[in-house]
């Protein structure tokens, strides 16, 4: 059996959090404000943020610090920290 290897590829992605939740808004463009609110959904027993995510295979749940992720074609999709810290690292930017 053949192996194969990832090509690398280089995403933008904003972890979901409050304190993220204004640049995952604008990044994702969800999560807009209604009547003043966020369009998210929050645990008051956890204190904790969650959110619907549209993608191509439809609407993804989305919790508290999963990174959002915008994939090569422009896509949007939710990605959990521990499979986003295995397969991504942080790129410094040139120039």
């Not at 192996?3 to 280089?10: A, E, F, L, S, T």
């Not at 999560?31 to 295979?57: A, C, F, N, Q, W």
């Amino acid at each position: 059996m053949a192996k194969y290897r990832k090509k690398p590829v280089v995403i933008e992605a904003v972890q979901l959090r409050w304190d993220t939740w204004d640049e995952m808004c604008e990044f994702a463009g969800v999560g807009k404000l209604s009547d003043g609110k966020p369009e998210g959904h929050m645990d008051r027993d956890k204190m904790r943020v969650d959110l619907d995510i549209p993608t191509l295979e439809g609407l993804i749940h989305a919790s508290e610090n999963d990174w959002i992720i915008r994939g090569v074609k422009g896509e949007i999709y939710p990605c959990k920290p521990d499979i986003f810290e295995m397969t991504y690292e942080e790129v410094e930017e040139n120039g």
